[in-house]
């Protein structure tokens, strides 16, 4: 069983639209919950981290986690275009070490 | 532009071949940390070095080692290659010698290898 499991898409939504990615773990030790986006042919991006259990919200995104399900969250309101992009889950335990664990991606097209 | 570079972008050379992947971290990062992608396995961590010591060991295969030289600047060599090894190879950089688990590190646009 892989450590942290994403389901890969593709998703195609209209723009304008609430778009929910999720990604599901099993390491009960991860601390540490990131979404990175990654445009094609780029580089992930962090676009935006949380720790331990609860919402963050920054601008059109919010992450949530939920530690007792094992299971995290990146919700984008009103959708545009420029989302259109394949998000990355990434989870760590802690500053012990450098080992960041990520899941295989979604990738989003957002319709004009 | 996260300041990362990466070259060369792509890379195509046959099974039992040799590669090097050549990474030049961002000004002032100490750190280079190196990443293979791929479909089914997804973005996995193979090896971290600080300040030219290798700091931390990821799945990385034994054909492949890595180094980072007094510039900074870091080398991937992959050797015996078979199929599987084709992938996206990222490089990452940060300041530090330890990614703050926020994850604050910088990707490269990467090295497509496609071995034949």
């Known amino acids: 069983q892989k450590e942290v499991e994403q389901d890969p898409g593709p998703l195609s939504v209209p723009e304008g639209a609430i778009v929910s990615l999720n990604c599901t773990y099993s390491?009960?030790?991860?601390?540490?919950f990131m979404w990175y986006r990654q445009y094609s042919r780029k580089g992930p991006e962090l676009l935006m981290y949380?720790?331990?259990?609860g919402n963050k919200e920054d601008g059109r995104f919010t992450a949530q986690v939920d530690k007792s399900s094992k299971y995290i969250s990146l919700f984008i309101r009103d959708s545009q275009p420029s989302d259109s992009a394949t998000y990355l889950c990434?989870?760590?335990?802690?500053?012990?070490?450098?080992?960041?664990?990520f899941g295989t991606g979604t990738s989003l097209t957002v319709i004009p | 532009d996260s300041g990362v570079t990466q070259t060369p972008k792509h890379l195509i050379t046959a099974t039992g071949q040799r590669v090097t992947l050549r990474c030049s971290p961002r000004?002032?990062?100490?750190?280079v940390y190196w990443y293979q992608q791929s479909l089914d396995q997804g973005l996995q961590f193979l090896i971290h070095?600080?300040?030219?010591?290798?700091?931390a060991k990821g799945n990385i295969l034994e054909r492949f080692s890595a180094q980072q030289f007094p510039d900074l600047h870091s080398e991937l060599n992959l050797s015996s290659l078979e199929l599987g090894d084709s992938a996206l190879y990222f490089c990452?950089?940060?300041?530090?010698?330890?990614?703050?688990?926020?994850?604050?590190?910088?990707f490269g646009p990467g090295t497509r290898l496609l071995v034949l």
């Open positions: 390491n009960s030790a991860f601390q540490y």
């Open positions: 000004s002032g990062d100490l750190s």
């Open positions: 990452a950089s940060s300041v530090g010698g330890t990614v703050r688990p926020t994850g604050d590190q910088y």
């Open positions: 070095y600080y300040n030219g010591e290798e700091r």
């Open positions: 949380t720790y331990s259990s």
């Open positions: 990434a989870m760590s335990a802690g500053y012990t070490g450098n080992q960041f664990y």
